[in-house]
């Protein structure tokens, strides 16, 4: 770049090949006299064809094949194939109408397109009809505007390119944006047009400020607007570009065009159908909307709430905010992912005979799992502790002919009330036994009571006949007062008498279920998912979670993913009573299954759910549910009312509730229940148990922590606790007891509550005396010379000071003297002087009632 003040130099050559070019140059002026040319040059390109191409030969007409030739191809085809002629034809028809489906079909695809290229084609010669009317209009202004700019401040120009001139006083250079109008018939000069300087001399009619022009109008350039360029400077668009921005503005109006003349001038809101559940995220209704957050944030504010998109809403308001938006609500709850688990009902079709559940009951040690270990012929009652069983057993018994029983075993003992309620709930038949040394029990009442409730049929078994004393007919007289009527006695509830001891009679017990079984004409269908109840649950140290449960319809297979509860999983194993490893149990079984994430509670249902995803949901809504019931029960808030009872009469100087924690483990959910359920009925409102943790399997170091931590003692019931356990509870001082009965270890909880428990406090009456004198002695104060007029007085003993027969005073004896001596008691009509605890205000005439109190200790009935 070069600048001169008077000389022009030419502009030097670049070096290049010897390809043509037109070559040009232009010169543009600046202030102070600088001048400067640039060199233009207009490329031509080089266009190479390939040889032979311009003249491509057309494509040689397809020749019309004959229709013999195809029908022979194909019969040759279908001879390879094996087809017959009449098969070859069948599929040539086919072939032919699906061809002709194709056809149809690709005509109305064409017939589509074309219509919307023409739609596409008219609406864009609308918008060309409306850019060249307002192109137009523009022009027409431009031009009105540059005659009336003309008109008013005519000016001169040089003709050359290369004329120079002083601009005058009234001249405006374009480079301050008020460029000097030319005179219609002058050509532009290339710079100028380009916003480029141009020196003008001074015209004779110029006057002062006649070479001031009106604001530049929209459409003409700026002086620099932007680097110089080949392409700008031999380009012959005046017109400003157009910024990105205004390019995509007019994009999505175009869009939006074409989107309204798609759908037929306007564009309707889609109502739609939300689900609506009890609470929900502002976020997630928007979703559900199909709407902006921004915008349901935005009506929330203009109802005078502030809300976020994390923030939840109840149903009632997230329903008003869905009206407003214009769509419809449906209210859904929770516990909508538990609707349809169970299935539907089986057709009667598919229904197929199934064993019987029987459920044996009765009082403790009347000889329950002995009747089961005769029809098994195995020695159940050598495993139980004490020789009580202590949780539901469930064994299939199989016949000589052939049928199948499925026996649960329940435990008689009061503390397993709920468990032989669980047995008759998923029970056919009960047998109730009896024995016959030993008549009815309170817990044969109770399983009674029970059967009754769950509505099923009582056979009655009367155990132990061969024991010396044994009635069998005073056992059925008995049960005549719990509406138990046996068919002896005019009634229809079968009683068979037995021995499981010598194994008599019990060929009549199975005939007797067997016959029980036909009147109720039990049927499942097999081939449908199952479904069931748990009947126990367990924490096993090599096996993790068992659970033996009850199939009630379907097929349960080893791999079904199973919800029981609140808990789910594949099942890995599924085992019998003996051990053995089963693919698969059908109706009325019970067997014992692995793989559950955790140990379900006694009597919960499970099923057999299709998908991993199902079963989470389910389980997911469960255990919160249960959080909430738990959070919620009557006992905590009972606790809470115990607190401020306690708080409210500790200030008043009462005495506070007592509290014994305890962490229970068990073999077995159904014992910890059980044991759970029988300590809080030891609670009063003095002394209560409380359970701080209780579940099945073996003592950990996160449960000794936990004991350490709530200062409870550990019961341990037919578990043990490993070697880290124990060594932590031994260096920390935390008590573990082992039980294997729960006769022993409710008595020795029953004991430590009795010992919490305050004595109590028994008053006995000594005798009465009567004031005869009173004397003020110094450094001692008023003494009461007395005569004993009842019983005796003791030295120490509890006093009453009644004077008109009214207790105005009660404490106790400071001295008792007869004479000048200290004695310990004084006896009926004789004299003395008695002097009170802190008390002087005595007169002649009161008389004192004198009482001891014992402190008697006092147990839990």
Aim: net charge negative.
């Amino acid at each position: 770049m070069s600048d001169t003040k008077d000389t022009d130099k030419p502009a030097r050559r670049p070096l290049t090949l010897g390809r043509k070019t037109d070559t040009g140059t232009v010169k543009q002026s600046f202030s102070h006299g600088r001048s400067k040319q640039v060199l233009v040059e207009t490329k031509k390109k080089r266009v190479v064809v390939a040889p032979g191409a311009a003249k491509a030969k057309a494509p040689a007409a397809p020749k019309k094949p004959t229709e013999a030739a195809p029908l022979a191809a194909a019969k040759k085809a279908a001879e390879k194939q094996g087809l017959s002629e009449a098969e070859l034809k069948a599929r040539q028809a086919a072939l032919a109408q699906r061809q002709k489906v194709e056809s149809k079909r690709r005509a109305e695809m064409e017939a589509q397109e074309e219509a919307d290229r023409r739609r596409l084609e008219e609406a864009r010669r609308l918008e060309e009809d409306e850019r060249k009317r307002v192109e137009a209009n523009q022009r027409a202004e431009a031009q009105a505007e540059a005659e009336a700019r003309a008109a008013s401040a005519p000016q001169q120009r040089n003709d050359g390119p290369g004329a120079r001139g002083r601009p005058g006083a009234g001249d405006r250079s374009p480079a301050r944006g008020r460029p000097a109008p030319a005179a219609p018939d002058v050509p532009l000069e290339p710079l100028a047009e380009l916003g480029g300087r141009i020196k003008r001399q001074k015209s004779s009619d110029d006057g002062p400020g006649e070479g001031r022009t009106p604001a530049r109008p929209r459409s003409e350039p700026k002086r620099r607007q932007g680097k110089l360029s080949v392409s700008r400077a031999l380009a012959d668009d005046d017109d400003r570009q157009r910024s990105y921005a205004a390019v995509q503005r007019a994009r999505q109006r175009e869009q939006a065009r074409r989107k309204a003349m798609a759908g037929g001038g306007g564009s309707e809101k889609v109502v739609r159908e939300v689900q609506l559940p009890e609470t929900i995220t502002v976020s997630d209704l928007a979703n559900r909307m199909t709407e902006r957050v921004a915008d349901v944030v935005k009506y929330m504010m203009q109802q005078g709430e502030l809300v976020r998109a994390t923030d939840t809403l109840d149903a009632d308001t997230a329903e008003l905010i869905i009206e407003e938006f214009g769509h419809t609500v449906r209210r859904v709850s929770e516990s909508d992912v538990e609707i349809g688990l169970e299935g539907v009902d089986d057709a009667p079709e598919t229904l197929k005979a199934r064993p019987p559940v029987v459920t044996v009951m009765g009082h403790v040690d009347h000889g329950k799992t002995s009747l089961l270990d005769a029809l098994r012929s195995t020695d159940v009652v050598a495993g139980e502790a004490g020789g009580i069983t202590q949780h539901i057993g469930a064994y299939q018994v199989q016949l000589e002919s052939g049928a199948r029983i499925t026996f649960l075993d329940t435990p008689g003992h009061a503390a397993f009330s709920a468990m032989r309620a669980r047995g008759a709930d998923v029970t056919d038949i009960v047998i109730l036994v009896v024995a016959a040394d030993d008549g009815v029990m309170p817990q044969t009442i109770e399983a009674i009571q029970h059967a009754k409730a769950a509505e099923v049929p009582i056979i009655v078994a009367v155990n132990k006949i061969d024991v010396e004393g044994a009635d069998p007919n005073k056992v059925l007289t008995q049960l005549l007062q719990y509406d138990v009527q046996v068919t002896a006695m005019g009634g229809e509830v079968e009683a068979v008498e037995v021995s499981a001891l010598k194994k008599i009679g019990l060929d009549n017990l199975t005939e007797t279920i067997s016959l029980q079984a036909e009147l109720l004409e039990l049927k499942a269908n097999p081939d449908r998912e199952a479904d069931g109840v748990v009947v126990e649950s367990q924490l096993d140290k090599g096996r993790g979670a068992v659970a033996t449960v009850l199939v009630r319809r379907g097929t349960l297979k080893r791999g079904d993913i199973v919800v029981a509860g609140a808990e789910w999983g594949k099942i890995k194993a599924v085992t019998n009573e003996r051990g053995q490893a089963l693919e698969e149990a059908g109706p009325a079984a019970a067997v014992e299954i692995l793989g559950l994430a955790g140990t379900p509670d006694p009597g919960d249902p499970f099923v057999v759910v299709e998908n991993e995803g199902r079963a989470r949901e389910i389980t997911d809504y469960r255990q919160r549910m249960k959080r909430d019931k738990a959070a919620a029960s009557p006992g905590s808030r009972a606790s809470l009312e115990q607190l401020l009872s306690r708080l409210k009469e500790g200030g008043e100087g009462g005495a506070e509730t007592q509290e014994a924690a305890f962490i229970v483990k068990g073999d077995v959910q159904g014992s910890v229940e059980a044991i759970t359920q029988s300590l809080e009925k030891l609670s009063t409102d003095e002394v209560r148990a409380r359970i701080v943790l209780g579940a099945a399997g073996g003592i950990s170091e996160s449960d000794v922590q936990l004991a350490i931590t709530a200062g409870a003692p550990i019961i341990a019931f037919n578990v043990r606790a490993n070697k880290q356990a124990r060594d932590l509870a031994e260096s920390e001082g935390v008590e573990i007891r082992y039980y294997s009965v729960i006769y022993d270890l409710i008595n020795d909880v029953k004991g430590t509550l009795s010992g919490m428990l305050a004595p109590e406090k028994r008053e006995t009456f000594l005798g009465y005396a009567e004031i005869l004198q009173v004397f003020s002695i110094s450094k001692v104060g008023k003494v009461a010379g007395c005569r004993i007029t009842e019983g005796v007085v003791k030295r120490g003993c509890g006093v009453r000071l009644l004077r008109d027969n009214v207790v105005i005073h009660e404490g106790e004896l400071s001295t008792l003297k007869r004479f000048k001596d200290e004695v310990p008691e004084v006896k009926q009509g004789t004299e003395c002087g008695m002097a009170f605890v802190n008390y002087q205000d005595i007169r002649e005439g009161d008389q004192i009632e004198c009482f001891e109190v014992e402190m008697i200790e006092r147990t839990l009935d």
